[in-house]
Every structure is written in structure tokens, then in C-alpha cells.
């Protein structure tokens, strides 16, 4: 997978899933900083397609503006 923001990421946090390490593809967008863990063993098709799919759902995907921290007086 090699699409913009949108990376495969094993070493970041994982949702709670019920699956050995081994058995997660886990994906994150580097913008929203969403995750997807795509369960394993799929067919190569299917993790291209989800794959594929989550690519396009993050790609108009803005990243998070930096905002400086609220003043809580404000
Ligand atoms: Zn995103």
C-alpha cells in the first residue's frame, strides 16, 4: 500500500479486536489519525479492496489543524 497519508502502521496503539498481532493489518490515516485494522488471513483481493477503499475514504481527508491550546479563561 503506497497511497499518500494513508499508511500500514504496526506499531501504533490497536483497537481492542479479538486477533493475534499476527492476524491484524492494521492501517492508520496520518491526517484524521483514524485507524482500520483489517482482519487476517483475508484473500489478497480483499485486503487490496479494503485497502483500496479506505485509501479513497481518507483521501480528500484534511489534516488536523494545529491549533494552539484553548485558553480556558477564554
Ligand atoms: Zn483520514
Given at each position: 500500500m503506497?497511497?499518500?497519508?494513508v499508511?500500514?502502521?504496526?506499531?501504533?496503539p490497536?483497537?481492542?479486536?479479538?486477533?493475534?498481532?499476527e492476524?491484524?493489518?492494521?492501517?492508520?490515516?496520518?491526517?484524521?489519525?483514524?485507524?482500520?485494522?483489517?482482519?487476517?488471513?483475508?484473500?489478497?483481493?480483499?485486503?487490496?479492496?479494503?485497502?483500496?477503499?479506505?485509501?479513497?475514504?481518507?483521501?480528500?481527508c484534511?489534516?488536523r489543524?494545529?491549533?494552539?491550546?484553548?485558553?480556558?479563561?477564554?
Amino acid at each position: 500500500m503506497k497511497d499518500e497519508h494513508v499508511v500500514c502502521d504496526f506499531s501504533g496503539p490497536r483497537p481492542p479486536v479479538l486477533l493475534a498481532p499476527e492476524n491484524q493489518l492494521p492501517m492508520q490515516c496520518l491526517h484524521c489519525g483514524d485507524r482500520y485494522v483489517l482482519a487476517l488471513p483475508c484473500s489478497i483481493t480483499m485486503a487490496a479492496v479494503v485497502s483500496k477503499q479506505y485509501v479513497r475514504e481518507h483521501r480528500r481527508c484534511k489534516p488536523r489543524p494545529v491549533s494552539p491550546p484553548t485558553n480556558p479563561t477564554g
